[in-house]
């Protein structure tokens, strides 16, 4: 590969290699499929009968709470890529508001939970695989393992392949929720509604925070508008993500309620298991397994998308080692997703090593998600004009209130935000040297 040096957009010289721009192959249901892929995950398969159990039927108001806290929080983040399209997506928004060091901090807070986040969707998919084909841990791992490759293969290979293998899979798995959950709800019975809130109207809040984990994912997105081939298409991708992920996660929460698909009628099953059950008969066990593994592809694709374009953009503002700011000849940041893999690959061999549960990792990337949104929404109420400043304010209030939530992770946010701006500061020196 021959040696060049280049501009980056912010008058900084890029690093030695060959640097190529990104290229603008993303259509709008290609859009539309890695953000809904961002968001519609692995909570699908858990979350439904974990609030239900904390709220009873009162949790589906905390499932409609958040899919209508997701049309600001969407509709910001579209406003701010279509403000100004930047590889570093809300890290670059950030930093036009706050300065450059706020900028990298967010860009660090996201991806320091790759290695953890990466690890969690692997074990859920490992787990579901595993399930499947009648293996233990070490399958499980195994399985999860080559998730992980196959996705960042993928990305490595081109956007425009990672974004179609990404379209067709979520209409499968979107196809097969809708099969599951229309059968279903000729199962509902009006009376598993009441009483209406058969616990504490208090515990609708908690069931919201532990339902956010499935509604993270509009900010990961943002680091691909420069690769849209129509500008307006954010928007329109943001709105049918939206609208998609409400059809998807309502009516499975109504029919998990309705139908008793949780707590100790469903036993050890998960609430999809008992629904599928009614649908695929005995291999119900086998569907959901396979369902799992393709639900923990979809947003790991996405995220692997946008935290490879992230830490690129990061490289190219000396945020970074200069050295990941570097594209291939075919504009794909090779270097960052190596980056980025051998992270994750760590993460998992951690994971294996201590025997880390999900519920050991899931806090360091929720935590990390929390203070990255409420910096992106601080950011945008002073980028953004009305009416659109108003819902980046409402989802300010409201991402904060959640953070608080995070208790004492709270310091491991402090402690990745120390590190970015020692790095920013040593960064300066080393660059006035």
């Known amino acids: 590969m021959s040696s060049t040096t280049a501009a980056s957009p912010h008058g900084l010289p890029a690093s030695q290699g060959q640097t190529q721009p990104l290229r603008r192959t993303l259509g709008l249901w290609q859009g539309v499929s890695l953000y809904v892929g961002s968001v519609l995950g692995t909570g699908v398969l858990v979350l ?53 060091r706020w900028g990298a901090v967010a860009g660090w807070l996201f991806l320091a939970q790759v290695p953890t986040g990466t690890a969690v969707a692997a074990l859920i998919a490992g787990e579901y695989g595993a399930s499947v084909l009648g293996g233990g ?51 509902v ?14 515990t609708v809040g908690l069931a919201a925070v532990q339902l956010f984990w499935a509604f993270v994912g509009w900010e990961a997105i943002t680091p691909l508008a420069r690769e849209f081939r129509e500008p307006r298409d954010i928007w329109r991708a943001s709105l049918l993500a939206v609208g998609i992920v409400a059809i ?16 100790a009628a469903a036993g050890a099953k998960t609430p999809l298991v008992v629904l599928a059950g009614h649908v695929f008969g005995p291999n119900a066990s086998r569907v959901v397994g396979i369902a799992g593994l393709l639900l923990s592809f979809i947003p790991l694709n996405a995220y692997v998308a946008g935290t490879s374009r992230l830490a690129f953009a990061l490289g190219e503002r000396r945020q970074l080692p200069a050295w990941l700011g570097v594209t291939s000849a075919s504009g794909t940041p090779h270097r960052a997703l ?10 998992l061999a951690a994971t294996y090593l201590g025997r880390l549960r999900i519920a050991d990792l899931l806090p360091f990337s929720t935590s990390s998600f929390l203070a ?27 991402c904060t209130a959640v953070l608080f939530f995070v208790g004492t992770f709270l310091a491991w946010v402090g402690a990745v935000t120390v590190c970015a701006l020692a790095y920013q500061q040593f960064a300066s020196r080393r660059g006035a040297g």
């Open 48 to 100: 439904p009968g974990v609030a239900a159990e904390t709220a009873g039927p009162a949790s589906v108001l905390a499932w409609l709470g958040l899919v209508l806290l997701s049309l600001p929080l969407a509709l910001t983040y579209a406003a701010l890529s279509r403000q100004r399209a930047d590889a570093a997506g809300f890290s670059d928004a950030i930093e036009r508001a706050f300065g450059p």
């Open 137 to 187: 841990e070490t399958l499980a791992f195994t399985l999860g393992t080559a998730l992980v490759v196959s996705a960042y293969a993928l990305n490595f290979v081109g956007l425009r392949v990672s974004a179609t293998a990404q379209l067709m899979t979520l209409a499968v798995i979107v196809a097969g929720l809708v099969l599951i959950v229309g059968r279903a709800l000729q199962e």
């Open 189 to 202: 019975e009006v009376q598993a509604f009441t009483p209406f809130f058969s616990r504490s109207p208090v």
């Open 248 to 263: 998807v996660y309502l009516p499975l929460a109504i029919v998990t309620i309705g139908t008793g698909a949780y707590g």
């Open 338 to 347: 190596v980056a980025l893999c051998a992270a994750a690959l760590l993460g």
């Open 372 to 398: 990255t949104y409420v910096l992106s929404m601080a950011a945008a109420t002073r980028l953004l004009r009305p009416p659109l400043s108003y819902a980046a304010l409402v989802s300010l209030v409201a």
